[in-house]
């Protein structure tokens, strides 16, 4: 028996796709087999699995578990839960591998599957190796069993381990996301006054969609913060692993600005310790964390590219301005926006001041969030290869961590190919508007060399 997929579902970092069209139960089906595979092959023999609360998960759940189970693996099914859970899961119970059932923070036809294998994230060639096994149909044959078990508790109490902060007053937006139930559960636990929006798990999120990335999402909890007069607010995506924040006049503190108040408590703890960012990152951030005695790091985007680079470097603290924060400092280095947001409460604490104060402190940048265009996939790369080449003939201050970052007196700019989408993603920033639109007009002047002009936005 073979399998073929929708080749636009197997992703860089996960599958996905748009339930009924690019993405079936069989898929599940066909994952369960080949990810039991690659399990059993590498000696294990148990596979936790995780879910979200889309409308389609529960179904596929059913798939995976027979596809696990024909393939010989043992399934621990943790059920409805963020993303983070699952990793938590995987972490601690005697278990070789974990999937969480997931659409992340796409909009609510679509669902996914986030895979890790022996502690360590399962993407890139690995992703591409599910495909080939189920196209030769290369699959391992056995019984195994499925069980159900209970986390949630040992999680929360996981959450909450060790925790030292200060009394807030805080609004909490779950976007009826999987993290709802157990944020509703760490409120009652924290000191302060607590507010919570939208903690019922809804997969057709009637609310707002779940990307606390994008401040139109954001007008729930803007509107709660500043009706009861409250410190900070807290929002969270559709599976729990990426964290958006407000202060208590309603300004969002972007992901890099998030890390920068992270950074404090953890370097007085690790001092000189690496902080890891992407490249989409503010340089005000970089400057932050050399400042507090740490060394900076900028590395390429993508969660699994970051944790990768976090256990070879072996830094406490990362994230990125998508808001994936990991910790490996007394945790376990993976992206978790609940822990995140334990640890955010944490460091108003430790620091002495108030969020509100820490935003003001920051420095003021004008840039352009996250943008996005369509671009053939096939000349995706090869833009991206031939700016670096022009940028370097002109003796440009460039970085080619991922893509093309290049400083100027003016701030810098980013032109890089998205992993995961047939889009190159621009961002700038810059000391006032005047020097951001030199930088504009230079990566402008960079696409029209290659091509391409910097049409209509693409969305997510």
């Known amino acids: ?37 690659r399990v059993r092959r590498a000696g294990g023999t148990r596979v936790v699995v995780g879910r979200d609360g889309r409308m389609s998960s529960v179904e596929m759940e059913a798939a995976l578990v027979k596809g696990l189970t024909a393939s010989g693996v043992d399934v621990v099914r943790i059920g409805l839960g963020p993303t983070p859970m699952l990793y938590y899961a995987e972490a601690t119970l005697e278990v070789d591998g974990g999937i969480q059932i997931t659409g992340s923070h796409n909009p609510a036809d679509y669902n996914g599957f986030k895979m890790v294998l022996q502690h360590k994230p399962f993407f890139g060639a690995d992703i591409q190796d599910i495909g080939n096994l189920a196209a030769t149909g290369d699959w391992e044959e056995g019984e195994g069993t499925a069980s159900d078990h209970d986390i949630v508790e040992d999680y929360v109490g996981r959450l909450m381990a060790g925790y030292s902060g200060g009394t807030y007053r805080v609004g909490w937006d779950a976007g009826n996301g999987a993290a709802g139930p157990i944020i509703e559960k760490l409120v009652k636990l924290i000191p302060g006054e607590h507010h919570t929006l939208y903690t019922d798990v809804d997969g057709n999120f009637p609310n707002h969609h779940p990307d606390p990335t994008e401040e139109k999402n954001l007008v729930d909890l803007k509107r709660l913060v500043a009706e009861k007069q409250l410190d900070f607010g807290l929002a969270f995506d559709g599976d729990g692993d990426r964290i958006g924040a407000i202060d208590g006049q309603g300004r969002v503190i972007w992901g ?13 703890e690790v001092p000189g310790a690496t902080i890891i960012a992407d490249v989409k990152a503010s340089q005000a951030l970089y400057d932050r964390i050399a400042e507090l005695g740490g060394h900076p790091l900028m590395w390429k985007t993508g969660h699994s590219l970051i944790k990768t ?9 990362a994230g990125e301005m998508s808001g994936h924060i990991f910790f490996a400092h007394n945790y376990y280095g993976f992206d978790d926006a609940l822990y995140a947001a334990i640890q955010l409460i944490r460091s108003a604490h430790v620091i002495g001041k108030s969020i509100t104060d820490l935003r003001s402190e920051m420095p003021a940048m004008v840039n352009t969030p996250e943008m996005r265009f369509q671009v053939d996939e096939s000349r995706k790369f090869a833009v991206i290869t031939e700016v670096l080449e022009r940028l370097k003939a002109e003796g440009a201050e460039v970085n080619d961590t991922d893509g093309a970052r290049v400083n100027t007196p003016d701030g810098w700019w980013l032109l890089r190919a998205s992993n995961t989408q047939d889009v ?37």
């Open 1 to 37: 028996m073979t399998h073929a997929f929708d080749p636009t579902s197997l992703r860089e970092y996960d599958i996905r796709g748009i339930v009924g069209k690019t993405l079936h139960p069989a898929d599940a089906e066909a994952i369960g087999r080949g990810f039991a595979t």
């Open 256 to 268: 890099d600005q998030l890390l920068s108040i992270l950074a404090e408590p953890v370097l007085r």
């Open 309 to 317: 680079k976090m256990k070879e470097t072996g830094s406490p603290l």
């Open 424 to 460: 190159l993603v621009a961002r700038a920033e810059a000391k006032d508007e005047a020097g951001l639109d030199r930088l504009m007009g230079m990566i402008d002047a960079q696409l029209a060399a290659s091509g391409l002009e910097r049409g209509p936005q693409a969305g997510h």
